[in-house]
């Protein structure tokens, strides 16, 4: 089933980032970045952020008519309704992976939401450890979760100061606070990696 679901996504990015839809991509980039912070293309992690970015792109970047890349693709495409409203409620979160239950299962703590979240059983195989936190998006499709690709790693040692920070986000009850709690985590890391001789406590400071 994930299959179907990127195979979806990777339309999308094909259909929306060229001919007439180029320079919404480049303005979307240069929003992106600027929220987040710049890195350069040599870096290891270079390709999970362009990962965060298509995600980004696909659901959250708003034309100047308001509506979301999603909205278009599934307003224009042939989906069934049960793929379009999966697609249309993709959980964006911060998460953290708790571990592999007896049944072989990726548990995730979704720590902005408070929920648990057990992957489908036949998931690929996440480049994550027990324990690592990370922001990233969750899609449920026929009654299974499935991790999307774009993940970002954050620092181990500032796992207690985001718990606490989530608690204040999530009593707002607000997805625009939401998303720019999350996209900032994203930028704090950025500035973590700039900075590797800072201790990350001082730098994921809310």
Not at 3 to 26: A, P
Not at 173 to 199: R, V
Request: proline share 1%.
């Amino acid at each position: 089933m994930l299959d179907i679901v990127h195979e979806h996504l990777d339309k999308v990015l094909s259909l929306y980032t060229q001919g007439s839809h180029f320079e919404d991509l480049k303005s979307a980039k240069e929003k992106y970045f600027s929220i987040t912070g710049k890195l350069d293309e040599d870096k290891d992690e270079f390709e999970s952020r362009m990962n965060c970015f298509n995600d980004w792109y696909i659901f959250d970047y708003r034309h100047n008519d308001g509506s979301k890349v999603i909205e278009d693709y599934i307003r224009t495409g042939e989906l069934d309704v049960e793929l379009s409203q999966s697609l249309l409620n993709v959980n964006h979160s911060l998460f953290e992976f708790s571990k592999i239950n007896f049944r072989k299962q990726i548990v995730l703590n979704d720590i902005l939401h408070d929920e648990k979240i057990v992957l489908v059983k036949s998931h690929p195989t996440i480049s994550l450890m027990e324990g690592d936190v990370f922001t990233g998006r969750v899609i449920k499709y026929k009654g299974d979760y499935y991790l999307l690709r774009g993940v970002c790693i954050l620092p181990q040692g500032v796992k207690s100061i985001l718990k606490k920070q989530s608690k204040k986000i999530r009593k707002l009850n607000s997805f625009e606070e939401e998303l720019q709690f999350l996209l900032k985590l994203e930028c704090l890391k950025t500035k973590a990696m700039h900075y590797s001789h800072i201790d990350p406590s001082k730098i994921f400071i809310f």
